[in-house]
């Protein structure tokens, strides 16, 4: 009670913040009268002043605003022909103090970000616009370089496949705009680089986000992938495959109190709210049978032996990818860039194909040998990191979306970013209207269809919003049948996209949409006329004189169209489902009634639908039987719109634990990344490591004399014969310890350490006399941080198998993150000491060559190290989807890292010129 009468009295925190940004709107208002009689030279120079009052005159940035942000409402006049409403001056005020702006579809989110961008890049550290596709990204770049240009700053752009020069030069300007994977992807680059030159990345200063829930939520739970090709396992996958369909699936579920329930026995059950498959006690011995007759599972050998682990892995992919993962739904089966088919993805926020996305845990080859294609290899992880933890990096951080008030409490929890509701710049006059319920599918897609055929016969243009491809190829074919004619825009259309969505509001206008999420175009009512006005300005063969007729005539004749559009009641928007996150509906319903335009929007359901069947179909079925509904009928009353409401409320609490969940694991490795990443820094800028080196050297020998001469130890424990032969085999240091304790009256086992340190160092040091200090340094780096970044591979392996295991700690009563810190920790510690003891081994092992005999080695080590050039890009998609883009960039920087251990026989000589067999010298870091 109390808190609802302070908000009476006070007002709640959004209104409170929207007024004092309108305060300093109404400072930059007072500024136009300032900029507006300038010349365009006398507008540049004055970004000219502001930078030189942010950097050198130490002028804070919020002392800057209004007059940055007039001045760039004035440059959007000039060369955009839009000047900043006042809605959008308090969405650029809500960027810029790092909060989430939530504007409604429409709103002019793109101009919005000018604003912030422009202030922030004035302290010349750079901004980051980030989008959720190339297309965006390249658009809005190339959009709003014209502003930025005007004024006297550089844009640059942030593309997959765009060589290392590319990227500095884009990272190095003013403001880079790019995607979400490809930040993340350079910043783990520049993780694995060996020169500093290599690094495309400056400090991260300041993002504002694009469509921010749809990258920060939708695509934060699974994190980004740098892997490279593991063992091939394809013929594993083609037999497994053969296996899956004999076994049966289990209709019904046990009751573990009754032991009732079970409808018809099975093999498996399977749980579509968690996505999984689990066999059952019988379908053990019936999957144990069929493999053992397939040749994979020796006789009376178990599923659960510690050797097969990997097969039963292999089974439940295979199971999902039969039972779980549909055609046309999930993914399609489409010619690949080689002419030969290949498994897609499909994006279920944003209904696009996912070009080289892979799904991972070798689900992905799982379903390529169900569906019958080329299956292609796994991978191994080289670097990961989630958007969660690579965001958290910046400075400072804001985004922007149509809807994120839903999702404020993880925003604030996750990111420590506030959500503000902008209010639209006209009323919104859209009417949403009641959803309609049927019984059956059939039902729910006549009623579509009679409302679509109702909507064109009276001329109102109608978006149509489905949740899959495979359902908008259903409408698509009803309104065949119904001869209406219409638009198709999904993943298969996907080329066709901007045109579709531009033209959408002309009138009798049909458009099929699957989601509606991050489209960046508007839908005009009336059809979009700045296209064909952008045709016809650039058709040569049009005489500039008879333009400007042209142009207008197309003006006036859209704005008849675009009333008569009005007039019919504005867009009209049918959601054939539901989709588990109001903010997906929330989208597509915001497509209606922008900028205080009229429309409607209605969503059909049935109770066959996923989200209805899996959460709310019991309760709205007994309603419906309740009432004794006739065939054909639907409820249509607020109850029903609640209840489905809850459950996708439900979800959406799922789906946050999900990701929380994610993000304390990651945590965990996260901490040792930064460790990992820093040293590696540290490694490349330091101009000498001889003070590293020792380190490492007096912390291997350690090491080794204590295995021999334990600490605190009396001398007949000492093994000092053994303690010679292994410092000189493995470490070429040769030391007469037994004489030393002879010719001594007394000795303590550390002056056993002591002489074998000293004879380590002089040894060492003989070696650098022989090489020379600037020579051997290099060298050294190399070696340094290839050992780094193999056992770091090792380790995030180690982590991957952890983790996948540790819940079954909670069996025994132990909190599975507690004991995922604590092993996690151990094999961190276990990473240093390998590396210490590798570095050091190869640095007193290694023999100094003639330079016509370090040619060769180097060449034969080039030779061998191709393997490392196969490298892939992924981010998994919440269902374990992961994008994939093989760069030959990137594969030039690894076969630029010569050190990259060779691929020879175990028993041949090791090209490193040593005079040892490899197995014995570097094939023992391999």
Not at 43 to 49: D, N, S, V, W
């Amino acid at each position: 009670m109390l808190p609802k009468l302070l908000t009476k009295i006070f007002g709640s925190r959004n209104e409170r913040l929207l007024k004092q940004y309108r305060q300093v709107v109404t400072q930059i208002n007072a500024l136009e009268s300032r900029y507006e009689p300038l010349s365009d030279d006398q507008l540049r120079e004055q970004t000219a002043e502001l930078r030189q009052r942010a950097s050198v005159q130490g002028q804070s940035l919020d002392e800057l605003l209004p007059e940055a942000f007039a001045l760039v409402r004035e440059g959007s006049k000039r060369v955009l022909k839009m000047r900043h409403f006042d809605v959008q001056m308090l969405g650029g005020l809500a960027l810029h103090h790092r909060k989430i702006a939530e504007m409604r579809t429409g709103e002019g989110k793109t101009l919005v970000a000018t604003l912030p961008v422009f202030l922030n890049a004035l302290s010349g550290k750079g901004v980051h616009v980030v989008t959720v596709n190339d297309y965006l990204a390249r658009r809005d770049a190339e959009w709003m370089a014209r502003l930025y240009n005007f004024l006297g700053l550089s844009v640059g752009i942030n593309l997959p496949q765009m060589s290392r020069e590319e990227k500095q030069e884009a990272y190095a300007a003013d403001i880079t705009y790019g995607t979400n994977n490809e930040y993340g992807f350079d910043y783990l680059r520049d993780n694995m680089v060996y020169e500093a030159a290599d690094r495309v990345q400056r400090t991260l200063n300041y993002a504002i986000i694009d469509e921010v829930d749809s990258i920060l939520i939708d695509e934060a739970r699974t994190p980004l992938i740098i892997s490279g090709q593991a063992e091939d396992q394809t013929e594993l996958y083609v037999r497994i495959n053969a296996v899956v369909p004999k076994l049966k699936k289990q209709i019904g579920e046990e009751d573990p109190r009754t032991g009732e329930g079970v409808i018809e026995p099975g093999d498996f059950t399977s749980d579509e709210k968690s996505h999984q498959v689990v066999l059952t006690e019988a379908g053990h011995e019936r999957a144990e049978q069929l493999l053992s007759e397939a040749g994979l599972l020796a006789e009376g050998a178990s599923l659960y032996d510690a050797a097969n682990i990997t097969l039963m892995h292999h089974l439940y992919a295979a199971l999902r990818a039969h039972h779980l993962y549909h055609r046309d739904q999930h993914y399609v089966v489409q010619p690949g860039e080689g002419g030969t088919l290949e498994v897609t993805i499909v994006d279920e926020f944003t209904g696009r194909l996912m070009q080289g996305r892979r799904w991972s845990d070798g689900l992905h080859q799982a379903v390529e040998a169900k569906e019958g294609v080329e299956i292609q290899a796994e991978n191994q992880t080289l670097a990961s990191i989630t958007f969660q933890n690579y965001f958290r990096m910046y400075g400072k951080l804001s985004g922007m979306t149509g809807t994120a008030d839903t999702e404020a409490y993880e925003f604030q929890e996750i990111y420590g970013l506030e959500t503000i509701v902008i209010p639209p710049n006209r009323v919104l006059s859209r009417r949403d209207e009641l959803d309609l319920v049927y019984k059956t599918a059939r039902e729910k897609y006549e009623a579509i269809k009679n409302d679509i055929a109702d909507c064109y016969e009276r001329g109102q243009p109608v978006l149509v919003g489905t949740t899959s491809i495979e359902n908008s190829e259903l409408i698509s074919h009803l309104l065949d049948q119904a001869k209406l004619p219409h638009q198709v825009l999904n993943a298969k259309q996907h080329a066709r996209e901007a045109e579709i969505v531009a033209q959408a509001g002309r009138p009798k206008m049909i458009t099929i949409a699957t989601n509606m999420a991050g489209r960046g175009t508007d839908i005009v009512l009336g059809g979009n006329v700045e296209k064909q006005i952008q045709i016809l300005e650039a058709d040569l063969s049009v005489p500039e004189a008879d333009k400007a007729a042209r142009i207008a005539t197309l003006h006036s004749e859209w704005q008849g169209l675009h009333d008569q559009v009005k007039a019919l009641g504005g867009l009209r928007i049918i959601a054939t489902e539901r989709h588990e996150s109001r903010r997906i509906d929330n989208q597509l319903r915001g497509r209606a009634g922008r900028q205080g335009d009229p429309g409607s929007s209605r969503f059909y359901l049935s109770l066959e639908d996923s989200l209805m069947r899996i959460f709310a179909g019991d309760r709205v079925k007994a309603i419906m039987d309740r009432l004794k509904m006739p065939e054909g009928e639907a409820i249509e009353a607020g109850i029903v719109s609640r209840s489905i409401e809850g459950a996708q409320r439900k979800v959406e609490a799922r789906n946050f634990d999900m990701r929380k969940q994610l993000l304390e694991y990651d945590d965990v490795s996260n901490d040792q990344r930064k460790v990992i990443y820093a040293q590696r820094n540290e490694l490349l800028a330091a101009p000498d490591l001889e003070a590293q080196i020792m380190h490492l050297r007096h912390g291997a020998m350690a090491d080794v004399v204590r295995t021999f001469v334990p600490l605190d130890s009396v001398e007949e424990q000492w093994d000092l014969a053994g303690l010679e032969v292994n410092l000189r085999d493995e470490w070429h240091v040769n030391v007469a310890l037994r004489d030393l304790v002879q010719q001594s009256e007394a000795i303590a086992d550390q002056d056993i350490l002591n002489a074998v340190v000293l004879a380590a160092d002089e040894a060492f040091a003989a070696k650098l006399e022989l090489a020379g200090r600037d020579q051997f340094v290099g060298f050294e780096r190399m070696i340094l941080l290839q050992s780094l970044d193999t056992h770091w591979r090792e380790h995030l392996a180690a982590l991957d198998y952890l983790r996948q295991g540790i819940h079954l700690r909670g069996y025994a009563q132990k909190n599975p993150k507690q004991e995922y810190k604590r092993e996690a920790f151990d094999l961190f510690s276990q990473l240093l000491d390998s590396v210490r003891m590798d570095v050091t081994r190869v640095l007193m092992t290694v023999r100094i060559q003639t330079r016509d005999e370090a040619a060769e080695a180097a060449q034969a080590i080039e030779a061998q190290a191709a393997h490392l050039s196969n490298i892939t890009y992924t981010h998994p998609n919440e269902d374990g989807s992961v994008s994939q883009e093989a760069e030959s960039a990137v594969a030039a920087t690894f076969a630029d890292a010569s050190a990259a251990i060779p691929r020879v026989g175990r028993n041949d000589p090791c090209p490193c010129g040593s005079g040892k067999k490899y197995k014995q010298c570097h094939g023992k870091l391999s």
